[in-house]
T-cell receptor, first 114, second 115 residues
Framework: GDSVTQMEGPVTLSEEAFLTINCTYTATGYPSLFWYVQYPGEGLQLLLKATKADDKGSNKGFEATYRKETTSFHLEKGSVQVSDSAVYFCAINAGGTSYGKLTFGQGTILTVHP | DTGVSQNPRHKITKRGQNVTFRCDPI?????LYWYRQTLGQGPEFLTYFQNEAQLEKSRLLSDRFSAERPKGSFSTLEIQRTEQGDSAMYLC?????????????FGPGTRLTVT
């Protein structure tokens, strides 16, 4: 079945450091790829998405590129802020028989210190 | 613009009791999803509706769980004879059914604690 594997956390960085959170997936179809973020005490918010190979999703300084050959969608940000502290979830929508549902990774906790 | 809303936000119940949660999707969205999230894990899919039709149910959705979306607007998720293992955050999401990405927008969740 479909699955998503995320880099284990927690990740602790100093402000302005470079961030990478790795995400790889297994899917039977041609999935759309997503990153969701969950800030403390809030619900899941869509951060960015990509729907086909080599697409780059970007939002709020975060980027991720759809790499079909390596089945990966790593999240990056050049300079993190304290306000980026949250839990980040990679997710796929594989279509086909799993049409409609999202399959999530286990989440990566990011803490950014001043 | 109102997002997805869920009620109640918190529910504490005793084992064996029945509970019902409500989800109101974004008004123009015709798809509605339920997920369950336990501590330290990502959300897991439970079921989804397109309009009033329930199109897919996860094996996680035991016979004690039932979901409805009677008029294709709000949805309810009922858990009968709750067990301690049902303690989790129950998330609702909605989306439009067009294009290829089917972006889902999530509500704040209902946190269930079974004592």
């Amino acid at each position: 079945g479909d699955s998503v594997t995320q880099m284990e956390g927690p990740v602790t960085l100093s402000e302005e450091a470079f961030l990478t959170i790795n995400c790889t997936y297994t899917a039977t179809g041609y999935p759309s790829l997503f990153w969701y973020v969950q800030y403390p005490g809030e619900g899941l918010q869509l951060l960015l998405k990509a729907t086909k190979a080599d697409d780059k999703g970007s939002n709020k300084g975060f980027e991720a590129t759809y790499r079909k050959e390596t089945t990966s969608f790593h999240l990056e940000k050049g300079s993190v802020q304290v306000s980026d502290s949250a839990v980040y979830f990679c997710a796929i929508n594989a279509g086909g028989t799993s049409y409609g549902k999202l399959t999530f990774g286990q989440g990566t906790i990011l803490t950014v210190h001043p | 613009d109102t997002g997805v809303s869920q009620n109640p936000r918190h529910k504490i119940t005793k084992r064996g009791q029945n509970v019902t949660f409500r989800c109101d999707p974004i008004s123009e969205h015709n798809r509605l999803y339920w997920y369950r999230q336990t501590l330290g894990q990502g959300p897991e899919f439970l079921t989804y509706f397109q309009n009033e039709a329930q199109l897919e149910k996860s094996r996680l959705l035991s016979d004690r769980f039932s979901a409805e979306r009677p008029k294709g607007s709000f949805s309810t998720l009922e858990i009968q004879r709750t067990e301690q293992g049902d303690s989790a955050m129950y998330l609702c999401a909605s989306s439009l059914a067009y294009g290829g990405s089917y972006e889902q927008y999530f509500g704040p969740g209902t946190r269930l604690t079974v004592t």
